[in-house]
């Protein structure tokens, strides 16, 4: 016997089995075959995080023809469990909607190589099976700035994210530094609420914002944010939208809503999955994918709009810093 050819075949051999077993690759498999599962913190009616990352999983199944599933709702206790459910049930693909998702994830897919666990807004990827993706939230929240900034008319604005955590201070960071592209002399309030769903907590903080002088409002703290809203209608101050669409909530009190195509990035995910290129690292999503949008009113200026685009062109050729140049007072 020949046995370098042998020794070829061998490798081959052990080669194709390998790639049998390695989770994502490309298959022959038609969209609606594969195993697909969304697991969502809140409701799918919040108008916000949680409606928008649904809004992605419609978009798949009408566009791509999968089928994707979601459990809506889910505690922070029942992650881990919820994850290992899935996977036992032989789910090919596991997403889950939130970097609170991301050590649970971590530590379950290590036992279940099998099925790959992609954690939207993830940011730690521990394992070949781990693939999460990464919306720039910071840039939509530059966009979101730069309008606050030639909006507010006090110079003062109030700003409140869910949790202190390090995605939600770069994304308040960056729109405060947008703010201050159109009012460099701004006072910013800033808080963070500790909860997504509070209602109550968010029409407070808002209140108590307004009462210190703050003429716009900037809330990403899902449905805290709602609260939010409310109390500016009533106070008659401006609120710009963030993450999903919020300009019909309150009209005439949200004057734009900076908000992320979660259609665009939930398909623009899945085929990636599905063609085996969805990397075992943090996928990052933003402006130059095309997956952060703009929606005004007729509140927001041409003038201020043209700002927007020129920042929106400056991120996607990567040279934000040169358009910030060219307002010298933002620098301060």
Same mark, same amino acid.
């Given at each position: 016997?020949?046995?370098?050819?042998?020794?070829?075949?061998?490798?081959?051999? *052990?080669?194709?089995?390998?790639?049998?077993?390695?989770?994502?690759?490309?298959?022959?498999?038609?969209?609606?075959?594969?195993?697909?599962?969304?697991?969502?913190?809140?409701?799918?009616?919040?108008?916000?995080?949680?409606?928008?990352?649904?809004?992605?999983?419609?978009?798949?199944?009408?566009?791509?023809?999968?089928?994707?599933?979601?459990?809506?709702?889910?505690?922070?206790?029942?992650?881990?469990?919820?994850?290992?459910?899935?996977?036992?049930?032989?789910?090919?693909?596991?997403?889950?909607?939130?970097?609170?998702?991301?050590?649970?994830?971590?530590?379950?897919?290590?036992?279940?190589?099998?099925?790959?666990?992609?954690?939207?807004?993830?940011?730690?990827?521990?394992?070949?099976?781990?693939?999460?993706?990464?919306?720039?939230?910071?840039?939509?929240?530059?966009?979101?700035?730069?309008?606050?900034?030639?909006?507010?008319?006090?110079?003062?604005?109030?700003?409140?994210?869910?949790?202190?955590?390090?995605?939600?201070?770069?994304?308040?960071?960056?729109?405060?530094?947008?703010?201050?592209?159109?009012?460099?002399?701004?006072?910013?309030?800033? *808080?963070?609420?500790?909860?997504?769903?509070?209602?109550?907590?968010?029409?407070?903080? *808002?209140?108590?914002?307004?009462?210190?002088?703050?003429?716009?409002?900037?809330?990403?703290?899902?449905?805290?944010?709602?609260?939010?809203?409310?109390?500016?209608?009533?106070?008659?101050?401006?609120?710009?939208?963030?993450?999903?669409?919020?300009?019909?909530?309150?009209?005439?009190?949200?004057?734009?809503?900076?908000?992320?195509?979660?259609?665009?990035?939930?398909?623009?995910?899945?085929?990636?999955?599905?063609?085996?290129?969805?990397?075992?690292?943090?996928?990052?999503?933003?402006?130059?994918?095309?997956?952060?949008?703009?929606?005004?009113?007729?509140?927001?200026?041409?003038?201020?709009?043209?700002?927007?685009?020129?920042?929106?062109?400056?991120?996607?050729?990567?040279?934000?810093?040169?358009? *910030?140049?060219?307002?010298?007072?933002?620098?301060?």
């Amino acid at each position: 016997m020949n046995t370098k050819k042998a020794f070829v075949s061998l490798v081959l051999a *052990a080669c194709v089995a390998l790639i049998g077993v390695v989770p994502g690759m490309a298959s022959d498999k038609k969209p609606g075959d594969y195993k697909i599962v969304l697991v969502l913190p809140g409701p799918i009616n919040d108008q916000s995080w949680n409606a928008t990352n649904y809004a992605g999983l419609l978009a798949c199944n009408e566009k791509l023809g999968t089928s994707m599933e979601y459990v809506e709702n889910v505690q922070a206790s029942d992650y881990e469990s919820t994850f290992r459910n899935y996977a036992e049930r032989g789910y090919d693909l596991i997403m889950a909607a939130g970097t609170q998702f991301d050590e649970a994830a971590n530590r379950v897919a290590s036992k279940y190589p099998d099925s790959v666990f992609c954690v939207v807004n993830g940011m730690v990827s521990n394992g070949p099976n781990v693939r999460p993706v990464l919306p720039k939230e910071y840039e939509a929240s530059y966009l979101a700035g730069i309008i606050a900034g030639f909006t507010t008319k006090t110079g003062k604005i109030g700003m409140v994210g869910g949790f202190p955590n390090k995605l939600m201070v770069r994304l308040m960071n960056t729109y405060e530094y947008g703010v201050r592209i159109g009012s460099p002399e701004v006072s910013a309030n800033r *808080a963070y609420a500790n909860s997504w769903s509070d209602v109550a907590l968010g029409k407070q903080m *808002a209140t108590s914002m307004i009462d210190k002088g703050a003429d716009v409002l900037f809330f990403y703290a899902n449905q805290v944010g709602l609260g939010a809203i409310q109390a500016a209608k009533e106070k008659g101050v401006k609120f710009v939208g963030f993450a999903s669409n919020q300009n019909d909530i309150a009209k005439g009190t949200v004057v734009a809503s900076v908000y992320f195509d979660f259609a665009a990035m939930y398909t623009w995910t899945l085929e990636k999955f599905m063609e085996g290129t969805l990397a075992p690292e943090v996928n990052g999503a933003g402006v130059a994918e095309g997956i952060v949008k703009v929606a005004y009113t007729d509140q927001v200026s041409e003038e201020v709009r043209g700002y927007v685009k020129q920042a929106e062109e400056a991120i996607s050729n990567g040279n934000v810093l040169y358009f *910030a140049s060219q307002f010298p007072e933002s620098l301060d």
